[in-house]
């Protein structure tokens, strides 16, 4: 995470490079009118210096002067106008036509990268689909690699093919020979003709993929194959793809042909590694194309203003599963009712609906635990080496400023001191992705909680395991399963050329190769040393499985850890009575409430160590049944029930629309066109997803 002074900097940074700018120009402008060819050709260079700079590391500062119609190419064509006017002032009267063919080749080279920029834009649209899949075999639809990088971006491909232009105008300030403009301005033409060239050659009817209609054709065709019958539609920003993630390998295991439905093109390779079949409908117009499919049921785990755009195809059902529970109000989300089922963990939160009064009614609630909570190792007793490994996952600030959401800024500090202090405590600190996203202070928060740590363990010493090369190698072996690898200007059909029907056994090598990664990682790592994981592995239920005990907040984080029945505590910063904290937040019932001040934590830490202090045993039992459900059936055992219902529920549905057409049209007789026959549940194959 950046420091708190790092938005200083970069501040301090764009306006040091924006006085270099300005500068470089002004001294060109200076030594042009003069004229004084040395400033004219260092003034140059560094103007061009501050350009490669610009477009390496300042990519905002490109978008403000593009912005100010001050875009790379005012620039560049200012820097080329200050150089002839130089050259002309340099010269005798009489050599100022000798210059005019020098001024052609520029504006002739402006005017081809104009129409470079023109056909590009071309190009661009012909590979801009009206339909993004991955796991699916999209041969048919002509796809191929992106033109090259360059040709695509407007700013850099002017800054390459100008240079020969603008080094030859200033070689001939210095050297008063006309011949090195003339080859650099016939170089640049040369090299923008061919950048043409190569863009046209797109355009060609068999060159380009295939066209919008011809797409949407496949697509049906596609849909009308595969015979999908339930779906994760997900829409968001680009930091909530762990929302659909993390549901993932319950879709995965269900009975029937899944598929993910995307709304956004960024969201495409932000799904983590499947072998379920995902779609990417942009529009709406595309999007009821699935109301002519075999789809019977989609399964929502987020809410969006998109949302309501698929809630309107009758012929599907929809349920909402959430991405996590907690005691928020975020968790009875009134926009819940507008689904035909809502699918929850446990009782509590059917009562949480109910006390809510949001509109949801009880019959459309059904219980299906966790199905990703069924891998979370059990309680196995207090621990037995000579540390008590403590994992503190705090939440994140939220939206509506209330303190209580989140422990790090008021007791954040004070809890990591009370467990550093203690010699037997490991620490696992994962804070939330989006901790300081709104609250600055919480991330300040964040970053000294980190730095205390960082100081513990520079404190602390021990024995280390042997050096080893197997995380590094699992680390290597799952990202080649997961991880897929482009060229760097590969655009939006390149990658799904690149990602089509994946290997068969592709999900299962992914499982194990998780398993043994995530084993090597662990056994790597010193007993003794407090760790910081903000990385994307290990994740949090990897963390759940090599803690002792858990320190959050009111989040999901805790009725997620109940799975495994360990001691849990939670942090109370909402200012309430620990009685009113309880009664106002049930997740609390079966843990400890630790106060700001932290001094609760040296006999939280003596009755995880000694069963015989730890009174809440039974409690988390009986929270975890509330909260999760019943152990059997598991929870995927209730998951893949829950659909089979809703699915069974939209083909009556169907029938029943079939019949009501029928009966209103006597005269037909065929099932109305594009209206497939209900699809039935089969087992699916996920390494054959097209």
Known sequence: MPEPSSPRRRTAAQLLVLAVLSAAFAAQAVAALRPHVPLLLVSTAVSLAVEGVLHRWQPGMVSLFAKSHADVTVRHVLRD????VGLLRLGEQHRETQYAPLVAGLLAFYALHCTVQAVSVLVRRTRTLPVLTRNIDASALRLSPAPAALLRRPGRRLLVFGLPATAGLTATAVADDARYAAAGVAL????????????????????????????????DAWLAEYRPTVGLYFSGGPSSAYQANMWLEPLAGLGGRPVIVLRERFMVPRIAATDIPVVCLPKVSTLMRLEQSTLQVLIHPSNSGKTSQ??????????????????????CNPYAKAYDEVWVAGPAARERYALAEVGVED???????????????????????????????????????????????AAGENLVRALLADPGVRLLYKPHPLTGSVDPRAGAADLRVRELIRAANRERSGPRPAPSGEPARRAAELDRLTTAVFRAGADQVERMLAQSAPEPGRAQAVA???????????????????????????????????????????SSVISDFLASEKPYAVANTSGLPEEAFRAAFPTVAAGTVLTPDAAGVPALLESVRDPRGDGLVDARAELKRRLLGPAVPTSQQRFAAAVQALCAASQAHRARATHRLAADLPGQRHQTTGTPAPATLIPHRPSRPA
């Open 512 to 554: 194990r190769a998780t398993a043994a990664w995530e084993e090597a990682y662990w056994a790597s790592l010193p007993e003794w040393e407090h760790q910081v994981v903000t990385d994307a592995r290990p994740e949090l239920y990897s963390c759940f499985d090599v803690a002792d005990l858990l320190i959050s907040d009111v």
């Open 363 to 409: 019959k459309d609630v059904v219980e299906i635990g966790r199905p990703q909570l069924d891998a979370v190792r059990p309680y196995a007793g207090p621990p037995t080496g000579a540390y008590t490994t403590v994992l503190y996952a705090p939440t994140w600030e939220g939206w509506d400023g209330n303190p209580g959401n989140t422990s790090v800024v």
């Open 310 to 331: 698929v809630l309107r195809i009758p012929t599907i059902k929809h349920t909402f599963v959430n991405h996590g529970e907690s005691d928020k109000l975020s968790s």
């Open 188 to 219: 640049a033409l040369l090299l923008t003709a061919a950048g043409l060239c190569a863009l046209l050659l797109r355009l060609l009817p068999g060159r380009r993929p295939a066209g919008e209609q011809e797409v949407l054709d496949w697509f």
């Open 81 to 84: 106008l200050l150089l002839v």
